[in-house]
């Protein structure tokens, strides 16, 4: 059997992708796994790790030379920040950059793979001048020839780094006479794979991203309806206080007639509130089943998927058993509006504003329905989740 081939990847990159730096050591770690086939091995090297303290012409003087000339793969990564000015570059990171194009035109003897974040760094953390200059970088090394890579989320980065260095170890240190067909077979095999995982990790997060957005719209809607609701009670506690303080007065014109301006303005307010009741709770009502599809969908594709998937669902369904008990809360509150709506309507004879306190009623009862079929879907949700994560080798 062949020697295997060791390959150095250096890793280039300003301080604020730090958490992408420990992703291409990560996916170094899982390529060579799959590249033992090949007989090839990459082996990170980053400045922290792989340097020295020492004496040169300038502290980046000293890590080129550490580093040598012989690297054949260095990984550049970008932000919003540059990095630290050397005397020859704009940044210790860009001059790694600068001294990889040399080797490429040189004799081509270096893999350069330049990736650039495009997600929008806090305002406060975000130096605008700092922006344009590397903007201004990137088309600079776009017109001179240089592919790179953009990418949003950090954990779609280490999945194409781990692709990307399978596609390199096949293409460009691959020797067929020095391995069998069953092994390259498999490498390729090994490469469709991750495809297929990158694809299955982006639909993930766009379902997981759906879940939230549904969620979140849900829970703006249930407190929009508890507030009418308590608001509403609230009115009609201090309006029923009104008339029986009037109605244990002695009878008089004046009297009546305070009592029949109370029912009637309160009679329009109670309409205008069930119509707003029903219409907030037939949107409350599409919008939990979307969210619960949503919901098993996006659980259905983390069972398929590996440990950091199945993590996120888990602190998911954490959540769930707690919402569900505190369903109870927002039970009482509906309770405590129909009673009252049945005791205003049983203390008033038959007119206007009792008819008005039944729509209100019958739009509480609605409420009561749907809230509990609510709770009902997502009780189920729960316990087809825990059941379909925990078939698939995930204990919750």
Not at 119 to 126: E, F, I
Not at 180 to 196: C, L, P, R
Request: glycine share 4%.
């Amino acid at each position: 059997m062949s020697p295997i081939k060791k390959l150095e990847v250096v890793i280039a990159c300003p301080g604020d992708v730090e958490g992408e730096k420990k992703l291409v050591k990560e996916s170094i770690f899982n390529v060579n796994i799959l590249a033992k086939h090949l007989n090839i091995e990459f082996v990170a090297k980053d400045w922290e790790y792989n340097t020295y303290p020492t004496v040169a012409k300038y502290a980046q003087d000293a890590i080129n030379i550490q580093f040598g000339d012989d690297y054949e793969v260095l990984i550049g990564i970008f932000w919003s920040k540059i990095g630290t000015p050397t005397p020859k570059h704009r940044s210790g990171t860009v001059e790694e950059i600068e001294r990889a194009l040399e080797r490429q035109k040189e004799d081509q003897s270096v893999n350069l793979m330049l990736y650039f974040k495009t997600t929008l760094q806090p305002t406060k953390r975000q130096d605008s001048n700092e922006l344009e200059q590397l903007k201004h970088l990137i088309g600079d090394w776009g017109k001179r020839g240089v592919y790179f890579w953009k990418f949003n989320k950090k954990s779609d980065f280490g999945m194409l780094v781990t692709r990307h260095l399978m596609l390199l170890a096949e293409e460009r240190y691959f020797v067929p006479n020095e391995i069998s067909h069953e092994a390259s077979g498999y490498f390729k095999n090994q490469v469709k794979v991750a495809d297929e995982a990158i694809d299955t990790s982006l639909r993930f997060l766009d379902s997981l991203k759906d879940y939230s957005r549904y969620s979140s719209e849900k829970g703006s809607l249930m407190s929009k309806i508890a507030d009418l609701i308590v608001k509403n009670v609230r009115k009609t506690i201090s309006e029923n206080d009104k008339i029986n303080y009037l109605l244990e007065q002695p009878k008089s014109d004046k009297i009546g007639n305070k009592i029949k301006i109370i029912l009637r303005k309160s009679g329009i307010s109670k309409k205008k509130h069930a119509v707003q009741l029903t219409k907030e709770l037939q949107k409350f009502r599409a919008i939990f089943i979307k969210e619960y599809d949503q919901y098993n969908n996006t659980v259905l594709i983390a069972s398929q998927m590996g440990k950091t998937e199945k993590q996120m669902m888990r602190e998911i369904n954490k959540n769930l058993p707690e919402i569900i008990s505190g369903n109870e809360t927002f039970k009482k509150i509906i309770d405590d509006a129909i009673k009252t709506s049945e005791k205003t309507i049983a203390m008033l004879p038959n007119n206007s504003y009792s008819q008005a306190e039944q729509d209100v009623k019958k739009a509480y009862e609605l409420f009561f329905d749907i809230n509990q079929e609510y709770f009902r879907i997502l009780r189920e949700s729960y316990a087809s989740s825990i059941k379909l994560l925990k078939k698939k080798w995930f204990q919750l």
